[in-house]
């Protein structure tokens, strides 16, 4: 099944933290992560958020307080959160969550000098037609 590496750790529990804005996940391999919602929704891997070619990721701002409001699991291998902002594209693969929650203070770090780079904050609004670079770790 294309996406799933079979060595790849699979969660063994998912809890969804509304008051904290935090994904709690934890792995086969004992790992245990609390994503924030809000480094999920600046990373989500959409096309609307990444683009649709390298160099066309859009920079996300003003999501310091958005929600995951449902949460559906996709087959085996991802889960698609729907954002209280109303982005319900993202699908959050087994792999991507883990490597979230591993990397997330980089990814935090990177995301806030790509902000700064552009002039911007985490709660500027969101442009009309926004440029700049999503979330990338590659």
């Known amino acids: 099944m294309a996406g799933l ?3 790849s750790p699979l ?3 998912i809890v969804v933290h509304q008051q904290s804005k935090v994904l709690e996940l934890a792995f086969s391999d004992g790992a245990r992560f609390r ?7 600046v990373c989500s891997p959409s096309a609307e958020v990444q683009g649709h070619g390298p160099g ?13 409001v449902a949460v559906q699991q996709v087959g085996h291998y991802a889960l698609q959160p729907l954002f209280s902002d109303g982005h ?6 087994w792999a991507y969550l883990y490597q979230l929650g591993r990397d ?4 935090m770090r990177d995301y806030e000098a790509r902000l700064a780079a552009a002039g911007l904050d985490r709660d500027a609004p969101m442009p009309e037609k926004g440029s700049g670079h999503g979330c990338s770790s590659h």
């Not at 319900?88 to 693969?93: D, P, R």
């Not at 997330?104 to 990814?107: E, F, M, P, V």
Request: no cysteine.
């Open 11 to 13: 969660p063994t529990d």
């Open 5 to 7: 590496d079979s060595s």
């Open 35 to 41: 994503i924030p919602f809000e480094l999920m929704r």
């Open 104 to 107: 997330q203070d980089q990814l």
């Open 88 to 93: 319900e594209s993202g699908l959050f693969t």
């Open 56 to 68: 066309q990721e859009v920079l996300q701002t003003g999501k310091r307080d958005v929600q995951i």
